[in-house]
């Protein structure tokens, strides 16, 4: 019985823990995971395959342009990379759009 009651309190507890988590990421949270089911790429993956850390637009652009020229099909490349590579811009693109957009919303500056 008193386990029981400990276990029901501990569930509580997590669930509670769990809806705080989710709260606190708000709409953020879901504007991003929409991005990733449009473009089939994680934000992690897109940052991987682009190999950026920090999500700036500079080196988006920069490691886009490099990865795009190096893989295009004229110089040896390949055609699924340069694609990857594609898609995994239009996916970081995106999550830029996403932060531009929450700091309006706040009515802060955007990350530059």
């Known amino acids: 019985m008193v386990v029981g009651r400990a276990f029901a309190r501990a569930l509580r507890q997590e669930f509670a823990a769990s809806r705080a988590a989710a709260d606190a990421r708000g709409r953020a949270g879901h504007r991003s995971a929409a991005a990733s089911n ?22 988006v652009q920069k490691n886009y342009e490099h990865l795009f020229k190096v893989n295009d099909k ?13 898609r995994a811009k239009e996916r970081l693109d995106e999550e830029l759009k996403i932060q ?13």
């Not at 004229?74 to 594609?86: I, N, P, R």
């Not at 531009?100 to 500056?109: H, I, L, V």
């Open 38 to 59: 449009l473009s089939g790429l994680s934000l992690q993956e897109a940052q991987q395959i682009l190999n950026v850390s920090k999500l700036s637009p500079e080196e």
């Open 74 to 86: 004229s110089v040896g490349g390949s055609f699924y990379l340069q694609s990857k590579v594609v």
């Open 100 to 112: 531009a957009q929450e700091d309006r919303e706040k009515g802060q500056m955007p990350h530059t």
